[in-house]
């Protein structure tokens, strides 16, 4: 596979990010692991009839709108949209089309992508957190024709980076800085926001130099480095990365001494592996390497390590778009059988779709109740890790080296 460091974005470098494939089986499993870069036929076979079973339920439940999901957080729609513009489904471009008309709906003056809050802030808004899955789903989808509309999105999300001497600064939140618990800065969030930030970057060049925008990427990686636990006497948490530093919302713990642990946990290790990845942090780093080492220590395809059964779909898309700009077939073990992740994933995923082609998780925690949303997660899952379509990125200078 090539390095994904030194690979160009050519066209679209979210094609890159999104199609189906390859499986694996459980961590221990005697199975030889596949072939580099060569998933077996019965597995690309299997993700690419999952994949398709899955689009053909998400077909059905488009709106006449073109929405998908409810419709004051376009986010729900731009998945679906990510992942049928990957496709080669029969109807991709009329569903394609209908859901950005439905997108178009919510460009906003500021340069946004997001339906304003509601009455008392009980829908809508999320700004950042719609904006940047909105813009990248849309640059996947045709970045040609709406080339201004993301220029403007990557202006509006730039600014809502914090800043300044917080030890937060760097990271995105749900919304702006400053909209209370929103506002606050998180890895989830920030994620989007870096990968939404790395892969549109190409359309900077539309621009004249001197009103190009971008984010300050050093800090970003301050912030992913503040979450990432590196005691290596915590033998079970050494490498793990939690979801922010609160308190009030369980991300940490105090002893008895006052020493503070970070609860780090399986989805979030994987958000802050793709976003050092997105901020061109080098594999070799010992902050990459160690989050691989967790990786391997706690994989799991039946829970998300930490979390079990809450944010399951989350972590299966966010581990495979991770592990495929990070990793080759298999994850390397210590002194064991490399797990053959792919193959794993792709199993898995179709062992637990339904008759109707969707997926749902019966723990609601963070709408993934929500068949819709979940089975637009598992797409995109299955198609990040196409071995035709492995992830690149466009190797270019970070801001403050």
Same mark, same amino acid.
């Given at each position: 596979?090539?390095?994904?460091?030194?690979?160009?974005?050519?066209?679209?470098?979210?094609?890159?990010?999104?199609?189906?494939?390859?499986?694996?089986?459980?961590?221990?499993?005697?199975?030889?692991?596949?072939?580099?870069?060569?998933?077996?036929?019965?597995? /690309?076979?299997?993700?690419?009839?999952?994949?398709? =079973?899955?689009? +053909?339920?998400?077909?059905?439940?488009?709106?006449?709108?073109?929405?998908?999901? +409810?419709?004051?957080?376009?986010?729900?729609?731009?998945?679906?949209?990510? /992942?049928?513009?990957?496709?080669?489904?029969?109807? =991709?471009?009329?569903?394609?089309?209908?859901?950005?008309?439905?997108?178009? =709906?919510?460009?906003?003056?500021?340069?946004?992508?997001?339906?304003?809050?509601?009455?008392?802030?009980?829908?809508?808004?999320?700004?950042? @957190?719609?904006?940047?899955?909105?813009?990248?789903?849309?640059?996947? @989808?045709?970045?040609?024709?709406?080339?201004?509309?993301?220029?403007?999105?990557?202006?509006? %999300? /730039?600014?809502?980076? %914090?800043?300044?001497?917080?030890?937060?600064?760097?990271?995105?939140?749900?919304?702006?800085?400053?909209?209370?618990?929103?506002?606050?800065?998180?890895?989830?969030?920030?994620?989007?926001?870096?990968?939404?930030?790395?892969?549109?970057?190409?359309?900077?060049?539309?621009?004249?130099?001197?009103?190009?925008?971008?984010?300050?990427?050093?800090?970003?990686?301050?912030?992913?480095?503040?979450?990432?636990?590196?005691?290596?006497?915590?033998?079970?948490?050494?490498?793990?990365?939690?979801?922010?530093?609160?308190?009030?919302?369980?991300?940490?713990?105090?002893? =008895?001494?006052?020493?503070?642990?970070?609860?780090? @946990?399986?989805?979030?290790?994987?958000?802050?592996?793709?976003?050092?990845?997105?901020?061109?942090?080098?594999? +070799?780093?010992?902050?990459?390497?160690?989050?691989?080492?967790?990786?391997?220590?706690?994989?799991?395809? +039946?829970?998300?390590?930490?979390?079990?059964?809450?944010?399951?779909?989350?972590?299966?898309?966010?581990?495979?778009?991770?592990?495929?700009?990070?990793?080759?077939?298999?994850?390397?073990?210590?002194?064991?059988?490399?797990?053959?992740?792919?193959?794993?994933?792709?199993?898995?995923?179709?062992?637990?779709?339904?008759?109707?082609?969707?997926?749902?998780?019966?723990?609601?925690?963070?709408?993934?109740?929500?068949?819709?949303?979940?089975?637009?997660?598992?797409?995109?899952?299955?198609? @990040?890790?196409?071995?035709?379509?492995?992830?690149?990125?466009?190797?270019?200078?970070?801001?403050?080296?």
């Amino acid at each position: 596979m090539a390095n994904p460091f030194k690979t160009a974005v050519i066209g679209s470098v979210v094609s890159c990010l999104i199609s189906a494939a390859g499986t694996p089986a459980m961590a221990g499993t005697a199975a030889p692991p596949p072939k580099e870069g060569t998933p077996s036929q019965s597995t /690309a076979e299997l993700g690419a009839q999952t994949t398709l =079973k899955g689009l +053909d339920y998400l077909a059905t439940q488009q709106k006449a709108s073109g929405a998908w999901g +409810d419709e004051s957080y376009p986010a729900m729609t731009a998945f679906g949209l990510w /992942a049928f513009s990957q496709s080669t489904h029969s109807n =991709k471009t009329a569903i394609c089309a209908r859901a950005a008309k439905f997108l178009e =709906k919510h460009f906003r003056p500021d340069g946004g992508i997001y339906a304003p809050a509601g009455f008392f802030g009980f829908s809508g808004g999320l700004s950042t @957190y719609n904006t940047a899955v909105c813009m990248t789903s849309l640059f996947f @989808y045709d970045q040609k024709t709406y080339a201004t509309n993301i220029l403007a999105a990557r202006k509006f %999300l /730039a600014a809502n980076q %914090l800043l300044g001497d917080s030890g937060e600064a760097g990271g995105f939140g749900y919304d702006k800085p400053g909209k209370g618990w929103a506002g606050r800065p998180d890895l989830s969030n920030t994620a989007w926001s870096l990968q939404a930030m790395r892969v549109t970057q190409g359309l900077e060049d539309q621009r004249p130099k001197a009103e190009q925008v971008d984010i300050d990427w050093q800090a970003a990686t301050k912030f992913i480095d503040k979450l990432q636990n590196k005691d290596e006497s915590d033998t079970n948490n050494v490498g793990s990365i939690g979801y922010d530093r609160s308190s009030s919302r369980g991300s940490t713990s105090t002893d =008895k001494k006052g020493a503070v642990t970070l609860r780090g @946990y399986g989805s979030m290790t994987y958000a802050g592996l793709e976003s050092m990845i997105y901020a061109q942090v080098k594999r +070799d780093d010992p902050r990459v390497v160690s989050a691989m080492k967790w990786a391997s220590r706690n994989w799991s395809v +039946d829970e998300n390590p930490g979390m079990g059964t809450k944010g399951l779909f989350y972590y299966y898309n966010i581990m495979s778009k991770a592990l495929s700009l990070s990793s080759g077939d298999t994850i390397p073990v210590d002194a064991g059988t490399p797990i053959p992740w792919k193959q794993q994933l792709v199993t898995k995923l179709a062992q637990i779709q339904r008759k109707d082609g969707s997926w749902i998780n019966k723990d609601n925690t963070f709408w993934e109740g929500n068949p819709v949303l979940v089975t637009s997660y598992a797409v995109l899952a299955l198609q @990040y890790i196409q071995p035709t379509n492995a992830p690149a990125i466009k190797d270019a200078p970070r801001p403050g080296n």
